[in-house]
């Protein structure tokens, strides 16, 4: 099993987020950053190339950066 998936652009105008976003069906932290390390040239694009194939990481890699505490100031 590998720790991407490829997902191909078969829209014209998608931009990185929404695609991750239809991908993922919910926000990830940090997502957007992890495609592009894995995909070199990516961001020189203010849309995606129709027909580009996207290394995207596996949600579950996601997983543990999600368990975010969140921090009260006031009580």
């Known amino acids: 099993m590998s720790d991407y998936d ?3 652009v078969r829209a014209t105008g998608l931009k990185l987020s ?3 976003w239809s991908h993922y069906r ?6 957007v950053e992890a495609v592009l390390v894995s995909n070199p040239g990516l961001s020189a ?3 995606l190339p ?3 194939e996207i290394k ?3 949600a ?3 997983e543990a ?3 975010i505490t969140a921090v009260r100031i006031f009580d």
């Not at 919910?26 to 997502?31: D, E, H, K, L, Q």
Request: positive net charge.
């Open 50 to 52: 129709l027909g580009a």
């Open 26 to 31: 919910r926000r990830i932290v940090g997502a």
């Open 65 to 67: 950066a999600e368990q």
């Open 45 to 47: 694009f203010v849309e």
């Open 18 to 20: 929404g695609l991750l």
């Open 6 to 8: 490829v997902i191909k």
């Open 60 to 62: 579950s890699s996601f």
């Open 56 to 58: 995207v990481p596996v």
